[in-house]
């Protein structure tokens, strides 16, 4: 098993930036492709970001492309989402979620490891 806890949410303007950083312990990190997922009151819980294994690949929705990074680092066990120029409907609570497949799916219902959830709220 995968221990997940995000951090790094909070409150910020609209077209500013936060970061978000999901540590992970237990089994071997690099086991796992990682993904952030988002859901907002009475939504379905919504895929943001994805990287495989080795971080060399990535995968965005085109509602976040272009503003949304997802970035790891194995050697210290953490997947970081950099968000900028966010929105009012980026406002969420955020996920992180590990799965051993190769590649990360956008269908939440893949991922086997759930962090707790961070909430960020972009005012407008």
């Known amino acids: 098993q995968v221990q997940l806890v995000e951090s790094g949410g909070g409150v910020v303007q609209a077209g500013g930036s936060l970061s978000l950083s999901c540590a992970a312990s237990?089994?071997?990190?690099?086991?796992?492709?990682m993904g952030w997922f988002r859901q907002a009151p009475g939504k379905e819980r919504e895929f943001v970001a994805g990287i495989t294994r080795s971080g060399s690949s990535t995968n965005y929705p085109d509602s976040v492309k272009g503003r949304f990074t997802i970035s790891r680092d194995n050697a210290k066990n953490t997947v970081s989402l950099q968000m900028n120029s966010l929105k009012p409907e980026d406002t969420a609570v955020y996920y992180c979620?590990?799965?051993?497949?190769?590649?990360?799916?956008?269908?939440?219902?893949?991922?086997?490891?759930w962090g707790q959830g961070t909430q960020v709220t972009v005012s407008s």
């Open positions: 979620a590990a799965d051993e497949s190769r590649w990360p799916a956008s269908d939440f219902e893949v991922y086997d490891y």
């Open positions: 237990g089994r071997t990190f690099s086991r796992y492709a």
